[in-house]
Nanobody
């Protein structure tokens, strides 16, 4: 079982920054990759960024095109983070972290993930 607990959401004006954290408890080492997803009201959940848990460097992280250059995913032994800069009103959503165990480097597809956190709200005002 992998347990995930997000924190760091809040309200910010457009152009501002937020840093989301997700504490990861994975005693069996099941998670092969970790991801951040978001879901706005009335919309489908979409992948934002993902990172491999075992390897580092180019090719072991991925970003949605809408956030590339503005968001940065990182991790350490206990958590995964999402640094969000130059936030826009369209970034307003509930943000979730997730863990997956398929034979993938990373993924932005929700169905590739088994474990999910409870979510943290991000609101960006214009």
């Amino acid at each position: 079982q992998v347990q995930l607990v997000e924190s760091g959401g809040g309200s910010v004006q457009a152009g501002g920054s937020l840093r989301l954290s997700c504490a990861v408890s994975d005693y069996d080492g099941r998670a092969k990759y970790l991801g951040w997803f978001r879901q706005a009201p009335g919309k489908q959940r979409e992948g934002v960024a993902a990172i491999n848990t075992g390897e580092t460097g180019e090719g072991y992280t991925g970003y949605d095109n809408d956030v590339k250059g503005r968001f940065t995913i990182s991790r350490d032994n206990a958590a995964v983070y999402l640094q969000m800069d130059i936030l826009l009103p369209v970034d307003t959503a509930m943000y979730y972290c997730a863990a997956g165990s398929r034979s993938l480097r990373w993924s932005l597809v929700p169905s590739d993930y088994t474990y999910w956190g409870q979510g943290t709200q991000v609101t960006v005002s214009s």
